[in-house]
């Protein structure tokens, strides 16, 4: 079960914003603390909401962002998952799993026909979300 983050574990989350996210992009990017801060206050400031899953000791295990993105093309608005980390001694206990499909029912239940994420391709967790029914939607190419 998620439940929606705490004042104290959303002051945690944010002080770990560079390494979950850097450990998400499988160090193709080197981001300063103060840069993923930033993208995780900004999430929070328009709309977004955290919510959290703890481990059978009741300490915090995991955590998903979840919000809203237009869809330039199509002008239609997504329901998004803008983070998703798992914490390494909760990790292969299905955590992740039960962390996406609550944040999906969330956000359909938010009326979003359509749930989106960005992955990056060194992330070895990109096999669950295909297991899950995702679909790569576009690739983006870089030299």
């Given at each position: 079960?998620?439940?929606?983050?705490?004042?104290?574990?959303k002051q945690f989350?944010?002080?770990?914003a560079a390494v979950t996210a850097k450990e998400s992009?499988?160090?193709?990017?080197?981001?300063?603390?103060?840069?993923?801060?930033g993208l995780l206050q900004a999430a929070l400031y328009s709309g977004a909401s955290l919510h959290v899953t703890r481990g059978p000791d009741g300490e915090l295990a995991g955590?998903?962002?979840?919000?809203?993105q237009m869809d330039?093309?199509?002008?239609?608005?997504v329901g998004f998952m803008f983070e998703l980390y798992v914490l390494p001694p909760y990790r292969k206990k299905g955590?992740?799993?039960?962390?996406?499909?609550?944040?999906?029912?969330i956000l359909k239940s938010r009326g979003y026909e359509e749930v989106r994420f960005?992955?990056?391709?060194?992330?070895?967790v990109k096999e669950m979300y295909s297991r899950l029914g995702?679909?790569?939607?576009?690739?983006?190419?870089?030299?």
């Open positions: 079960m998620i439940m929606p983050a705490t004042e104290v574990e989350i944010i002080s770990r992009m499988g160090s193709t990017v080197d981001i300063s603390q103060e840069k993923a801060e955590w998903i962002l979840l919000g809203k330039f093309i199509t002008g239609k608005q955590l992740g799993k039960l962390l996406i499909q609550e944040g999906v029912g960005n992955v990056y391709t060194a992330n070895p995702f679909k790569e939607l576009q690739t983006i190419m870089y030299i």
